[in-house]
């Protein structure tokens, strides 16, 4: 059990005590950093709570099977997905390194973008939300070309990267804030009878939630059924509400260490001498869009109007690596200063429409002008900061 989980040897070691003590909470919360395994433990967790079998690592009952392709009608998974490069990460693994690890770990990667658009999570929503499921169909079936060994790893690369749009458009399409008609979704597959022996509901980023969300999964974690369990995941455990906190137990993952994240880069991604944070390397593969400078966008245009002076710029720039990405952080800035505009006050309106003709004066020189990105970014932050 956990065997694909590195380091987070204290969640482990309190999971695996629970689990051969038989006494494991029905609802579970997982703090800490980006990329320490939050979601690969949460999914590893369900597995072993839907095992036919012992729970080995190595069980291959059907429900087991299907976890590990994430096809599982007993694991379901809403809320953010903050890493889209990994469908990217994993097509280069899987160019590297041709084999069945690999093809799980690109198929996976697909999935867990794909379980967020489950019909029976839409089914109450009547907005252009409903019909992204059948968007997705390409990417379902090129899911199960992957784990089929006879096609051809050429025909597998070729068909991804064309696809990359399509995954792109999917990540999007995630809500931001979980809205409620996703909780009353949760809720109903919550009170239904699992397909197998025991159904978990995973929430990724679950400090992302809107107030009436907040408060009707705070009702359902009252009582969860015996069947069902819940695991929230959150980066910011601050934000979630102290009555939802109460009714969870909590486990704190902690950051890599080199040695660990050596052993990542060896074992997952079959690199040698790698060392440096994940975010780094999975922005290596970033696609043409990088959730990530969206939220730096928001977070940028709220603490120029609330004249904070503690903006993250270290983690800006690290976004920031090219013209493209600094022409999206731009226009997520517009975008966002924009939308906010009509209901801000006076001061602050002032605030925005500097902002926004800033904002437009650099994007008219990365654009016209052959200006290094990185020198166009530190100007627009020495005007507005
Ligand atoms: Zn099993």
């Known amino acids: 059990m956990f065997e694909n989980v590195f380091g987070q040897t204290g969640v482990i070691k309190a999971l695996s005590t ?130 089929d060994e006879s096609v051809s790893k050429e025909t597998i690369l070729k068909e991804g990267k064309k696809l990359i749009p399509l995954f792109t458009k999917l990540v999007q399409a995630i809500p931001k804030d979980i809205p409620i008609f996703l909780i009353r979704a949760v809720e109903a597959i919550a009170h239904e009878s699992p397909w197998g022996k025991h159904r978990t509901i995973i929430i990724e980023h679950a400090d992302h939630m809107q107030e009436p969300a907040m408060n009707a999964l705070l009702k359902i974690l009252e009582e969860p059924p015996k069947t069902i369990s819940f695991i929230l995941t959150t980066r910011n455990i601050n934000a979630l509400l102290p009555t939802v906190r109460s009714r969870l137990r909590t486990y704190t993952f902690l950051s890599r260490n080199t040695l660990q994240l050596s052993a990542i880069y060896q074992k997952i991604f079959r690199l040698d001498n790698h060392t440096e944070p994940l975010d780094q390397f999975f922005n290596s593969f970033s696609l043409e869009y990088d959730v990530n400078i969206e939220i730096y966008a928001e977070q940028f245009v709220k603490s120029i109007i609330a004249n904070e002076k503690n903006f993250d710029v270290t983690g800006l720039k690290e976004h920031i690596t090219d013209q493209a990405s600094l022409r999206l952080f731009i226009e997520y800035m517009l975008k966002h200063a924009v939308k906010i505009a009509s209901d801000t006050d006076k001061s602050s309106f002032s605030k925005l429409q500097n902002l926004i003709s800033i904002c437009r004066e650099n994007m008219k020189k990365l654009e016209l002008f052959n200006i290094s990105p990185g020198i166009i970014l530190e100007t627009m932050l020495f005007q507005v900061l």
């Open 18 to 147: 629970e689990l051969s003590s038989k006494a494991a909470p029905g609802s579970r919360l997982f703090s800490g950093p980006a990329y320490s395994a939050k979601l690969t433990t949460a999914l590893e967790l369900a597995r072993i709570a839907s095992c036919l079998g012992n729970g080995d690592w190595t069980c291959n009952c059907e429900a087991c099977k299907r976890s590990k392709s994430l096809v599982n009608p007993d694991v379901v998974i809403i809320g953010r997905k903050l890493i889209p490069e990994e469908f990217a990460c994993g097509l280069d693994l899987f160019e590297r390194q041709p084999g069945l690890a690999s093809r799980y770990f690109l198929c996976r990667s697909i999935r867990k973008i794909l379980k967020r658009f489950e019909p029976e999570l839409y089914m109450n929503e009547s907005g252009k939300l409903q019909n992204i499921y059948q968007l997705a169909n390409p990417l379902f079936e090129y899911s199960e070309t992957i784990l």
